[in-house]
């Protein structure tokens, strides 16, 4: 596809439960990026990958969060025993590097909410 | 650590009048500097970037940009502003040392009368 796309749209869980997100990044782009909207809290960045280096995972709010990206592609966010306060809008985006290539185009959103 | 300050949360203009939405930053290093923009109902899209040269950027839709680095600040304009620019709008710093992650200020909401 031209853009980045994620899915589901919408998740509605219950407390407790694991959840995950998928991301699909522009083809070609190497780096893929997390970052998390919830009211009172703006935009978090949370996780990001480049290339075959190991991400940076310094936004990650909990252990309770984890990524992977499969193939240098596809990447899920995984959230485990979900509480209240991990409701928002979860935002993936790629950019076809760092540095000058570090324009992110970013996906659609997956609005999350626990129950 | 890195922060970023926008200094209106809620801006009401009628249409015409001119714009300048605050955005500052504490990094004390090189940076990438971006304004983003988020139409109602729709995704997060590049208004306009920074990387080096001139200050004074221009991005999409008439917007323009200066980078005042003794000031540490990216503030964001427009001569004229139309209803279509209602939207919220986010300033994000990208430190150079800092792999490619974006920091976002809290983001001011600018809605146009028409």
């Known amino acids: ?115 | 650590a890195q922060s970023v300050s926008q200094h209106n949360h809620h801006v009401i203009l009628s249409e015409a009048a001119s714009l300048e939405l605050g955005c500052n930053y504490s990094y004390g290093g090189t940076v990438n500097l971006f304004w983003y923009v988020q139409y109602p109902g729709q995704h997060l899209q590049l208004l306009l970037k920074y990387f080096s040269g001139d200050p004074l950027v221009k991005g999409i839709k008439g917007f323009e940009a200066e980078f005042i680095k003794s000031k540490f600040s990216f503030n964001l304009r427009k001569p004229s502003v139309q209803w279509s620019d209602t939207a919220e709008y986010f300033c994000a710093v990208n430190a150079y040392n800092q792999g490619g992650k974006l920091i976002f200020g809290q983001g001011t909401e600018l809605s146009v009368k028409p």
Not at chain 1, 21 to 49: K, M, N, V
């Open chain 1, 1 to 115: 596809g031209a853009g980045v796309s994620q899915s589901p749209s919408n998740k509605v869980t219950e407390k407790g439960k694991d959840v995950e997100l998928r991301c699909d990044p522009i083809s070609g782009h190497t780096a893929l990026y997390w970052y998390r909207q919830s009211l009172g809290q703006g935009l978090e960045f949370l996780i990001y990958f480049q290339g075959n280096s190991a991400p940076d995972k310094s936004g990650l709010p909990s252990d309770r969060f984890s990524a992977e990206r499969t193939g240098g592609s596809v990447s899920t966010l995984t959230i485990q025993r979900t509480q209240q306060e991990d409701s928002a809008v979860y935002l993936c985006a790629s950019s076809l590097g760092t540095g000058r290539n570090n324009e992110q185009f970013f996906g659609p959103g997956t609005r999350l909410t626990v129950l």
